[in-house]
């Protein structure tokens, strides 16, 4: 675990020697007005002596605002931040916990220090949700949270020291909550390890990420901390004999090579070792990058020589080796990585960077000094582009409205686990793993999204809801008019599935005319359950209304057509309907018997005749939530059809005294056989492609029957699939209709295709 601060110079009193602690502070940072930190001292020591009473929790067990406040302006030192930053981290503390009122701080500091505290104030609220507070229990509702989200980035975006700030005190925090109870080191450490420690891997504050990383795995998984840790410590020694030898050897080959650098032993965290382990289900011993080294030289053009050297003395490992100065990562890291085969075979990392990347590495946003545009510096882009990410998750927030979207999108946009596109310039863009094309076009830009016919991946045409992997390049083939299809809404075929892309679409169908998505989704309905084998005349749509929260039908397929209601609630809807209809108690009177409704073990119920056996009819094959009726057999019970079953109504014209009613029972994962008629076109790995997708949904092919046309190059498969619900039923025939060749996927009805 790295350490970033130093001790506080204390007397043997126990006080601390303050003017000691400014002179350290001047050596780490340049300080304008050292009398104005001086005076923030006092006034932090001030109201610490002052007032004895904690008024908020998180104050407990600590070493008091004043030494809280030292302890976070040496982490700002650190980070190279100016005057007015170090005077507002003094201070916090002691605004936080009311022992210093903000009116006094304003007059005696000025409006802009008083405005960096009310932004780290604001930002603060965003742990409310998990940390309970004493006299504010803000366990409230979901648009309060959403509001504080939505503060802490507006102040993020107007100072970026803000954020700083706060990750300052977070990480005095975690630090100081050692002493706390085993419920208060959860709490905090679950807020750090979720929201700050992403953070700062964004604005590529390196140190101090892996600091509240490790340390936040302490208190979350104090078990596996300590078996990786005692690890570490029984080969520590050597470890570190190995990379002395590894250290000398190097320094030596770049002094021969006239490279003027320094070659030190790197260490391995703690929390990444578990997560390597984790994510690549291997044991301690197969972690080869425990011994590391870092290369730092002056010029970029030192570090291609310097690899060069490394690999002329050993063998490199393939497919380990990772060129982030010609490409970036996202925020802003600059770095050569390479695994070789060392002394003795040994496996050792190695990282080669300049000084200036170094710097950047650790510090990150903070090697720019840019704040409200006063930086002129060259590389400030990637400051920008961190502002602009933050401006973002802004935006999409508008477009959502007050919906737990929000935080969904905000935590997904945090995580390390995400994706590396190239776009057809080169240019690097982060996505969220799972991303498709037209995500990529929406991240892009909101109009290319709009505007997406297609899609290539280095240089080949992909299907728009093809899975985009780390390294691709991909271009996006676009229209001359906006033109989103509603079918990017629809869950299972899988187009969109980042949240600010499908909020994109969304919210463009939502200004298009009433009428338009009225009709648009009166249609899907209609055609969805026209493939389903639905019949319309038997479902009260009103009721279905009712269920959706809509109070009328137009209202609804209005809804459906802009995005706002999925067609799956609709179907759900209908099923319910239908079942609830078929068991209504009513219907026993008019049966001339009195007999006990038997429930059968297909999931059907025999009325007025007890103890039958009871076969679903394979000419129409009926799923639950289906019209169905019975006829009594010869011998094999009483065979169960769809109403509109063609075979049925033959049945029932010439022997209606056969006829009885039947209705679905209640029963749990009962399955039913359904017949599915596909068209295609003739191709290799046809059958093969349905298949899969079969076994993806954990669907079971009880038949299936292939005729091939060779004359008109047609294949038509007719499936025999087991079937729980009307809603997998749809789900499956969407995911199959996406199949390249197919042309037409819908349930057979009455054993007859259409």
């Given amino acids: 675990m790295v350490k970033v601060r130093q001790d506080q110079p204390i007397r043997d009193d126990g006080s601390v020697d303050v003017e000691l602690w400014l002179e350290r502070l001047q050596d780490l940072t340049d300080i304008d007005d050292i009398d104005a930190v001086r005076r923030a001292c006092d006034m932090s020591k001030q109201a610490q002596k002052n007032t004895d009473e904690v008024e908020d929790i998180w104050a407990e067990n600590t070493e008091g605002c004043f030494r809280t406040g030292l302890e976070m302006a040496q982490i700002l030192a650190d980070l190279h931040q100016d005057q007015e930053s170090i005077i507002a981290a003094i201070l916090y503390r002691a605004v936080r916990e009311r022992k210093l009122p903000m009116e006094r701080v304003r007059k005696q500091f000025g409006k802009p220090i008083a405005q960096l505290i009310m932004g780290v104030l604001q930002m603060a609220a965003i742990g409310s949700r998990k940390n309970p507070r004493i006299d504010d229990n803000v366990l409230g509702s979901d648009t309060t949270q959403m509001d504080n989200l939505r503060k802490m980035l507006v102040a993020m975006i107007d100072d970026v020291r803000v954020a700083l700030i706060k990750i300052a005190e977070?990480?005095?925090?975690?630090?100081?909550?050692?002493?706390?109870?085993?419920?208060?080191?959860?709490?905090?450490?679950?807020?750090?390890?979720?929201?700050?420690a992403p953070l700062a891997h964004r604005l590529g504050i390196g140190h101090i990420k892996w600091e509240l990383e490790d340390l936040s795995f302490r208190y979350l998984k104090?078990?596996?901390?300590?078996?990786?840790?005692n690890l570490l410590d029984e080969k520590r020694l050597d470890r570190q004999d190995y990379i002395d030898q590894i250290v000398v050897r190097l320094e030596s080959e770049l002094e021969n090579a006239n490279i003027d650098g320094e070659v030190n032993g790197r260490a391995k965290h703690i929390y990444s070792i578990w997560r390597k382990m984790q994510r690549k289900n291997i044991e301690f011993s197969q972690v080869y990058d425990v011994r590391a080294v870092r290369i730092l030289v002056p010029e970029s053009r030192d570090c291609y020589a310097a690899l060069g050297i490394v690999h002329s003395l050993w063998r490199n490992i393939p497919h380990e080796f990772d060129d982030y100065i010609a490409s970036p990562k996202p925020n802003g890291y600059r770095s050569l990585h390479t695994a070789v085969f060392g002394l003795d075979g040994k496996v050792l990392e190695i990282q080669i960077r300049t000084f200036d990347m170094h710097e950047e590495a650790e510090l990150g946003v903070c090697a720019h000094h840019l704040y409200k545009g006063t930086d002129t510096k060259s590389n400030s882009d990637a400051y920008e582009d961190k502002i602009a990410w933050l401006r973002q998750v802004l935006e999409w927030h508008d477009d959502l409205g007050e919906s737990e979207g929000f935080g969904e999108m905000l935590r997904g946009d945090v995580v390390q686990d995400r994706l590396y596109i190239f776009t057809p310039d080169g240019h690097v863009i982060d996505m969220p793993k799972g991303a498709t094309p037209i995500d990529f076009a929406y991240r892009v830009h909101t109009e290319i999204g709009h505007?997406?016919?297609?899609?290539?991946?280095n240089g080949r045409i992909v299907p728009l809801n093809r899975r985009l992997h780390t390294g691709d390049q991909v271009e996006i083939m676009t229209g001359s008019e906006e033109r989103p299809r509603r079918d990017w809404l629809n869950m299972n075929l899988g187009f969109v599935t980042t949240p600010r892309a499908r909020a994109k679409v969304a919210h463009w169908f939502k200004f298009q005319a009433k009428e338009q998505n009225a009709d648009a989704g009166r249609a899907m309905v209609i055609k969805e359950f026209k493939r389903l084998a639905i019949d319309l005349d038997d479902l009260n749509f009103s009721k279905i209304c009712d269920d959706v929260n809509y109070k009328t039908i137009e209202d609804m397929y209005a809804a459906l057509g802009a995005g706002d209601l999925r067609l799956s609630q609709i179907i759900n809807s209908a099923q319910s309907q239908i079942l609830a209809e078929d068991?209504?108690?009513?219907?026993?009177?008019?049966?001339?018997s009195h007999h006990e409704t038997e429930v059968r073990p297909e999931g059907v119920k025999v009325r007025g005749v007890g103890n039958l056996l009871s076969t679903m009819a394979s000419c129409c094959t009926p799923v639950l939530g289906d019209q169905i009726a019975g006829y009594i057999t010869q011998g094999r019970g009483i065979s169960v059809h769809r109403e509109d079953c063609s075979n049925f109504i033959q049945l029932q014209e010439k022997e209606p005294e056969r006829i009885i009613e039947v209705d679905w029972g209640v029963s749990g994962e009962t399955t039913y056989p359904v017949d599915i008629f596909i068209e295609a076109f003739d191709r290799p790995g046809l059958l093969r492609d349905v298949m899969l997708i079969m076994a993806a949904e954990n669907v079971n092919i009880v038949a299936a029957n292939t005729l091939s046309d060779k004359r008109e190059n047609m294949a038509r498969l007719t499936l025999t699939v087991e079937i729980s619900s009307l809603d997998l039923l749809g789900r499956v025939m969407d995911k199959v209709n996406q199949i390249p060749n197919v042309m037409e996927v819908y349930r057979q009805r009455s054993g007859i295709v259409r």
């Fill in 170 to 196: 977070r990480t005095c925090a975690i630090r100081g909550v050692k002493n706390g109870s085993r419920r208060k080191r959860y709490l905090v450490a679950r807020e750090v390890f979720d929201i700050y």
């Fill in 222 to 229: 104090p078990n596996d901390y300590k078996h990786i840790a």
């Fill in 451 to 457: 505007r997406c016919r297609g899609a290539k991946i």
């Fill in 583 to 592: 068991v209504d108690e009513q219907l026993d009177l008019a049966l001339p």
